[in-house]
């Protein structure tokens, strides 16, 4: 299963990725600046007041500052190459973390809701770019990455749409209407796992606690609501938190 450790290392190797770009471009810019200042030194001293020691002196120390300016390039450029090169593969950032994992799908898993007849497979939804790529999920539902495997102590996040783009209502449609003791199951090849919804509620989505991990077992389902017909787009997020009984 995918770890919240395994996790925290690859979005640790996104973070040195834009680290080492942001100061390529700071040094970059820096050095710039600084060997055109010198170059102005000498033309424009008397604009600058400075007699021409002074214009010597000030363009030779700007122009030492750039040199080893382009040498940090050079050197952060060289790091650049040498951690693209080194970095695992299957770990760049248009790779899907569920490549760790073999497969996006999970053939062995299936979601059955009684109260909203949904019968249907997961896939898993990688961790990409700081936030979860659900980008090819259509009538199944997706599983988080990072989050607890179903079935697995821990707090398993599972996401659905409400409607699929271009082709109708998804499975979670009406996921607002199931109510306390409303019961969900998971397939999880021979076993079977129940659980007992405790809590439905609408939260915004900003309020990315609902996926935190937990110390008990459950199943965290969410999907859209609030559509705006002003942005084009739903507003809000309906949550159900149903915990695992034997």
Known sequence: ?????TLTEVLSR???KDVIALAI???????LILFIRSRQMWSSRRAFGYDVYTAITL?????RWAALGLVALLILIGVYGWWAVSRPA???GVESMATIEGSDRLPEVR?????????????????????????????????LAGTAYPGDP???????????????????RELDTLKEGDRIFIERGDETFVYEV???MVVEPTDVQVAFPTQDNRLTLITCTGWSDIVQDYTQRVVVVAQRVE
């Open 90 to 92: 299957g770990l760049s």
């Open 14 to 16: 996104f973070a040195a």
């Open 1 to 5: 299963m995918l770890t919240m450790k």
């Open 59 to 63: 363009r030779q120390r700007l122009g």
């Open 111 to 143: 979601i059955v809701i009684p109260e909203l007849a949904v019968e249907t497979t997961m896939i898993e939804a990688p961790f990409v770019a700081q936030q979860w790529d659900i980008s090819r999920l259509r009538g199944e539902v997706a599983h």
């Open 25 to 31: 471009g700071v040094v970059l810019g820096i050095s």
């Open 154 to 172: 821990g707090n398993s996040v599972l996401a659905g749409h409400i409607t699929i783009p271009g082709a109708g209502w998804g499975p979670f």
């Open 198 to 200: 405790t809590t439905v």
